[in-house]
């Protein structure tokens, strides 16, 4: 079965530093998403990718934030500059269409900032 | 703005007991109501969906049904086992924006 790509599964970075969480959504879907759940609280939305532009973003996607889309079958997330409050599970996502389709996630990548 | 609710945890129950978690969602229009599982270690596994007023979602035993009228969906199981032992989340997509709206989550512990 078809399945959301996400490397690396764990990565401990300095505050301060830059990181690039990578994605490989299925391959015939074609909205992708990242969402994020810091530890034992909810998974919370952060933006939606369509069409090589951003659909939507939350209120804790800032400046600091940024999505690309730099090939056919990869989607990134990078954290410009790396804050303590950072340190969550980031997960991928992806769908066929939109609104109301199921939307697929990876295994997520646990990102830990020290 | 749209919203999940759901029972919160832990949940602990004996092997072979009867689950139930109670999730109801407050939305425009029509969303689609999903339950997704998170095993120990692991990602966030779509367990099953339900996309209209009505719908039977189903998947390894578990069930939830689209309750329009009482704006629920919550989620049942005859008889669990040891390895249901997961964090189990409600979520609900509606028709008007691209994104999925989860609950808090509610964490199940089976004792053998």
């Known amino acids: 079965e078809p399945e959301v790509t996400q490397t690396p599964s764990h990565q401990v970075t300095q505050m301060g530093q830059e990181v690039i969480l990578r994605c490989v959504p299925i391959s015939n879907h074609l909205y992708f998403y990242w969402y994020r759940q810091i530890l034992g609280q909810k998974v919370e939305f952060l933006v939606s990718?369509?069409?090589?532009?951003?659909?939507?973003k939350s209120e804790i996607f800032d400046d600091q934030f940024s999505v690309e889309r730099p090939d056919g079958s990869n989607f990134t997330l990078k954290i410009r500059s790396t804050k303590l409050e950072d340190s969550a599970m980031y997960f991928c996502?992806?769908?066929?269409?939109?609104?109301?389709?199921?939307?697929?996630f990876g295994e997520g990548s646990w990102l830990t900032v020290v | 703005g749209d919203s999940v609710t759901q029972m919160e945890g832990p949940v602990t129950l004996s092997e072979e007991a009867f689950l139930t978690i109670n999730c109801t969602y407050t939305?425009?229009?029509?969303?689609?109501l999903f339950w997704y599982v998170q095993y120990p270690g692991e990602g966030l596994q779509l367990l099953l969906k339900?996309?209209?007023?009505?719908d039977k979602g189903s998947n390894k035993g578990f069930e939830a049904t689209y309750r329009k009228e009482t704006t629920s969906f919550h989620l049942e199981k005859g008889s669990v086992q040891v390895s249901d032992s997961a964090v189990y989340f409600c979520?609900?997509?509606?028709?008007?924006?691209?994104?999925?709206?989860f609950g808090k989550g509610t964490r199940l512990h089976i004792l053998p």
């Open positions: 979520a609900l997509t509606s028709n008007r924006d691209d994104k999925i709206i």
């Open positions: 996502a992806s769908s066929n269409v939109a609104r109301g389709d199921t939307i697929y």
């Open positions: 339900a996309t209209k007023a009505d």
């Open positions: 939305a425009t229009g029509y969303p689609s």
């Open positions: 990718f369509y069409n090589n532009e951003i659909s939507e």
